[in-house]
């Protein structure tokens, strides 16, 4: 199984600031990731697909880049609306995985 | 508009058996793949299980574990997913999220339902 991991597990922002999450696969899954957001007792959202594709309806300020064995999630002016938890997926290869998530606080 | 609207859910004794459903709407049910993923209360996101489209003959794929035990089905008639839930065990409890999947390359995870909770306990 491929094994996602993300760092940091929690992080505390302030409005305005640029934050960047961290998303690594145990093996290369070229750029077959995904990034989604959930916020408290909600479903979670589609953010970004294929690595840097973001979804029809998901906000601008978000982006994603990377390949292989290396991503990354960026909030480009951190919102209200953006204190969340963040999970990284793998869908290169079965059983599809999920990293631990990111939640993104207000300090 | 794509609606995945999830039912079924309850509270079911362990050893015990349970259907959650999902109603789709807004889009040709047929032509995609759905997935099935779980949240345990507190925890992270675990996928369950998928079922192809009719293209590839509506075949199956499942997470260790649960393999064995549930069964991903449609009904294209009635535009439903379903999730057959057999020697259910205290760890199945969790919240249910039916997820439409999109293709680019492969398929991914596009839009999620609002989730269905099964709680498994004596």
């Known amino acids: 199984d491929i094994q996602m991991t993300q760092s940091p597990s929690s992080l505390s922002a302030s409005v305005g600031d640029r934050v960047t999450i961290t998303c690594r696969a145990s093996?290369?899954?070229?750029?077959?990731l995904a990034w989604f957001q959930q916020k408290p007792g909600k479903a979670p959202k589609s953010l970004i697909y294929?690595?840097?594709n973001l979804h029809r309806g998901a906000p601008s300020k978000f982006s994603g880049s990377g390949s292989g064995t290396d991503f990354t999630l960026t909030i480009s002016s951190l919102q209200p609306e953006d204190f969340a938890t963040y999970y990284c997926?793998?869908?290169?290869?079965?059983?599809?995985?999920f990293g631990g998530g990111t939640k993104v606080e207000i300090k | 508009e794509v609606q995945l609207v999830e039912s079924g859910g309850g509270l079911v004794q362990p050893g015990g058996s349970l259907r959650v459903s999902c109603a789709a709407s807004?889009?040709?049910?047929?032509?995609?793949?759905m997935d099935w993923v779980r949240q345990a209360p507190g925890k992270g996101l675990e996928w369950v299980g998928r079922?192809?489209?009719?293209?590839?003959?509506?075949?199956?794929e499942y997470a260790a574990s649960v393999k064995g035990r549930f069964t991903i089905s449609r009904d294209e008639s009635k535009n439903a997913l379903y999730l057959q839930m057999n020697s259910l065990k205290t760890e199945d409890t969790a919240i249910y999220y039916c997820?439409?999947?999109?293709?680019?390359?492969?398929?991914?995870?596009?839009?999620w339902g609002q989730g269905t909770l099964v709680i498994v306990s004596s």
């Open positions: 093996q290369g899954i070229a750029n077959f």
């Open positions: 079922i192809r489209n009719k293209a590839n003959s509506y075949t199956t």
């Open positions: 807004g889009f040709t049910f047929s032509d995609h793949y």
């Open positions: 294929a690595a840097s």
């Open positions: 997820i439409r999947g999109s293709y680019s390359s492969a398929w991914y995870f596009e839009f």
């Open positions: 997926q793998q869908y290169s290869s079965y059983p599809l995985t």
